[in-house]
């Protein structure tokens, strides 16, 4: 089961209580354009601190998300005056986005989550990360990234994987993936198969009477099994592993990673 992997994880969730825009300070505004996901935050150059900050789905158009993310960011600095200084943009659809927004500095996701990563937990020497359509590994030594490597070319091992098979084949939200996940009891295994072999075994453990707790958990798992032996492999597994992206948002993931 999952929770018996609780020890070797630190879940964290960031507090955003004290999430707000200082009138007269300045700010950087910074734009993740994700192939699933588009995130855009304002932090303070002061102290790096967090102003404001928005969370949307793409669905397919970049642009239209940046554009609803920068008016949210607008929405929240409500009629206080400040002064943004500099735009950047990392993600799958930085270039297009960096056009849109007048050709500002654009960073590939590696150096952005690595820049991110030493930033946040400075002893960090691998970063695990998931995002909706790929995977991505860092390895760093002294606090550089020394080696990486990315995966684009199965879906098996990523966050669109996970949220479409327990939707559309158990009718679970992906709010309640880890929940569920987490009541299991006895997981299914699904292996390091690719997601059309994955789906098919999951229907077929659905029809034999398994539970949707198993079937969920042993999504999970398939999750860690695909990224270890796909995206890591025979590379070094540092002492301080962050695991990024937005899967890792989902507690199960990670669990089933430590185990």
Not at 66 to 82: A, F, G, H, P
Request: hydrophobic fraction near 40%.
């Amino acid at each position: 089961p999952l929770n018996q992997a609780s020890h070797l994880l630190d879940f964290r969730v960031v507090d955003k209580s004290d999430v707000k825009i200082i009138e007269g300070e300045k700010y950087i505004l910074g734009i993740d354009a994700g192939s699933t996901t588009t995130k855009a935050v304002l932090f303070n150059v002061k102290d790096k601190s967090i102003g404001a900050e928005v969370y949307l789905r793409t669905l397919g158009n970049p642009i239209l998300a940046t554009k609803q993310c920068i008016e949210q960011l607008i929405v929240q600095k409500e009629d206080k005056k400040i002064e943004i200084i500099q735009c950047a943009v990392t993600g799958s659809a930085r270039e297009m986005v960096s056009v849109y927004l007048d050709n500002c500095l654009t960073f590939n996701e590696i150096l952005a989550h690595a820049r991110g990563a030493s930033e946040e937990v400075p002893n960090v020497d691998t970063v695990f990360e998931i995002g909706g359509q790929d995977s991505k590994f860092i390895s760093f030594h002294g606090g550089i990234p020394v080696d990486y490597a990315m995966n684009e070319g199965c879906s098996a091992g990523t966050g669109s994987f996970l949220e479409e098979s327990a939707s559309v084949d158990m009718g679970i939200p992906v709010t309640e993936i880890a929940s569920i996940a987490k009541k299991s009891d006895g997981p299914i295994s699904f292996g390091e198969r690719c997601a059309a072999f994955i789906n098919t075994d999951l229907r077929n453990a659905l029809q034999q009477g398994a539970s949707r707790e198993n079937v969920v958990a042993g999504l999970v798992y398939s999750i860690a099994d695909n990224y270890i032996s796909r995206i890591v492999g025979p590379r070094h597994l540092g002492e301080t592993i962050l695991f990024l992206g937005g899967v890792a948002l989902n507690e199960a993931v990670g669990l089933a990673m430590a185990s």
